[in-house]
Each structure stands twice: as structure tokens, then as C-alpha cells.
């Protein structure tokens, strides 16, 4: 990190999760997110095509998906701010976000390096966010859900992510020309992790958001979060010197903010499907 915090890490040991090409969880997310979501094959087509290759078979495509989990400073000082995000994790959406795509960059060139054709679809120019008719904003390659592909966690009420670190973290992945074991089997449910979804108490979430874009009745309120973490960007900017937006207090100060509530343990409880 940077000043005040020189020399800190970002993230702990990060988390990495392998899923096939040609899993059919890849149309399924063209139905949820939207036929914009890209399915590997076509991110990869479309890295094939600028090389002058010949697009590779689903089947011989694999999706590497990975997650770094934020620091316990940082989820500390999350979990004590109220209104606005702490300043560590200012530092995390910016310059984490940075190194996250800079280390995805190079595991892609060190591939092709060795013609092995890889893409991240996050660092091409057809990435970018956009507001859907049938999901809101959202992005042709949605992180959460390609880490969810890859079994390495669930959705909360809070739209977070949960893994065995908890939802408190930043994703990445990429699409590679290889065939690679799936490592991890992921839940049937997608909200397989989050003690509400699950028919436990918790709402926490729900109260640490200082806008109530969390509720019982319509789950996340997307558009109403999205206003508040756009009005963070003049406070980073004022109060840590920084500019970006961000927010995190309802994957802060919760229950799924480390780990996946005890409650919900052991996972063997839960049905995992056979393909993940
Ligand atoms: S705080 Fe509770 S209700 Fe909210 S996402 Fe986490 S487990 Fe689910
Ligand atoms: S990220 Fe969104 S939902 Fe979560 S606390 Fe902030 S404004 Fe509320």
C-alpha cells in the first residue's frame, strides 16, 4: 500500500479455482446475467482471431478463476467506518485493483510467451460496464460469477461473494488454451453460503448499509447502492487523496466477512454439483 500505510499488503493468500470450457454453467449464465455475458469460447475466439488462430474447441478451453482476499487491517477498518470507506480499503478497489489486473496481464503473456493462447477479458476493450434491462449495471464478464463456475464459493444477500476467506476480496480470471482438472465443486444453490438465504437469522448486512439498499424484501438493491458508492468518490478524494469510489461496509462488520458462517458448516451438507 501506499502512504499512510507504506509497504502493507493488499491481499493474503489468495485462492484458485479451475473450471472447463465447456461446462454448461456458461449458457446458464447467459440466461441469468444476459446474452451479453461472453461464454469462454467466445472470449477466446475472439483472442484467436487477433492472433490469426484457428479458435480452439470448447473442450480444450479451461477458465482460471482467483481470489485475494483483503487483508485483516483492512477488513478491520471497513468493519469501524459507518457512512464511507476506510481509507485501506480505498487503497485495495484502486491500487489492489491495479496489481490484480497487472499480474493477470503477465500470466497471460507468459502464456502466449509459450503459445499457449490465454485472454483475460477484463483487460481487452470490449470489457466495460454497462446497465442491462434484466440485471442492471453489470459487465460482459462477470468475475463473481465465473469464480462461482469454478466452485469456489457462493452469493450473499449483499451480492458479495462468499468463499472459505469470506466476501471480502477482489476476483480476477481468465480463459487459457488448456485442458485443466477442475479443482473445487461448487454448490447447486448460489446462495449456498449466506446464513439468510439459508433460513438462518442474520440481516446484518442489511444494517450496516448506511442508504438500506439491503432488505428483506427485495434482497440488494442494486440501483441504490450504486448512488452511494458513486457519491464515495468525492469523499475519497477529499479525505485520502485518491481517486476512486467504493463502499464494502455490508461485507465488513457481517458474518460472511472472513469465512463461511459457521452455521453452514461443514459445506458436505449442501449439494455440490458433479460438473463443477
Ligand atoms: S451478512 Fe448474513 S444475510 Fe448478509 S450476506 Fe452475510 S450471511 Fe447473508
Ligand atoms: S456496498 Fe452498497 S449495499 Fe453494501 S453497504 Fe455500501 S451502499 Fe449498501
Redesign the pocket.
Known amino acids: 500500500m501506499e502512504y499512510p500505510f507504506f509497504d502493507e499488503p493488499f491481499f493474503d493468500e489468495p485462492m484458485v479455482g479451475f473450471v472447463r470450457g465447456d461446462d454448461p454453467v456458461f449458457d446458464q449464465l447467459k440466461d441469468i446475467i444476459g446474452p451479453h455475458h461472453f461464454t469462454p469460447r467466445e472470449i477466446i475466439g475472439w483472442q484467436a482471431e487477433n492472433n490469426g488462430v484457428k479458435p480452439p474447441e470448447p473442450e480444450e478451453i479451461s477458465v482460471v478463476s482467483f481470489v485475494m482476499p483483503l487483508t485483516r487491517n483492512t477488513k478491520q477498518d471497513n468493519a469501524a467506518a459507518t457512512d464511507w470507506p476506510s481509507e485501506r480499503w480505498a487503497q485495495t478497489r484502486l491500487l489492489g485493483e491495479i496489481l490484480s489486473q497487472a499480474l493477470v496481464r503477465e500470466i497471460v503473456t507468459d502464456l502466449m510467451g509459450r503459445g499457449i493462447l490465454a485472454v483475460s477479458p477484463d483487460v481487452t476493450p470490449m470489457f466495460n460496464k454497462k446497465r442491462y434491462p434484466k440485471v442492471g449495471w453489470a459487465s460482459p464478464w462477470s468475475h463473481r460469477h465465473i469464480a462461482y463456475a469454478a466452485g469456489l464459493g457462493a452469493f450473499?444477500?449483499?451480492d458479495?461473494f462468499?468463499t472459505e476467506k469470506g466476501?471480502a476480496h477482489r476476483l480476477g480470471s481468465f480463459v487459457v488454451n488448456l485442458k485443466l482438472v477442475p479443482n473445487r465443486r461448487r454448490p447447486e444453490d448460489i446462495h449456498a453460503?449466506?446464513?439468510?438465504?439459508q433460513g438462518h437469522q442474520?440481516?446484518?448486512?442489511?444494517k450496516r448499509c448506511p442508504v438500506n439498499a439491503?432488505t428483506a424484501e427485495n434482497a440488494h438493491d442494486k440501483e441504490t447502492c450504486y448512488k452511494k458508492v458513486a457519491e464515495s468518490l468525492k469523499y475519497c478524494n477529499k479525505h485520502y487523496n485518491i481517486f476512486i469510489y467504493g463502499c464494502g461496509l455490508?461485507a465488513t462488520g457481517?458474518?460472511?466477512e472472513s469465512g463461511i458462517?459457521k452455521q453452514l458448516l461443514p459445506l458436505s451438507k449442501y449439494p455440490l454439483t458433479k460438473s463443477g
Open positions: 450473499g444477500m449483499h458479495f462468499i466476501c453460503h449466506c446464513l439468510h438465504y442474520c440481516l446484518k448486512c442489511a439491503i455490508c457481517v458474518p460472511c458462517p
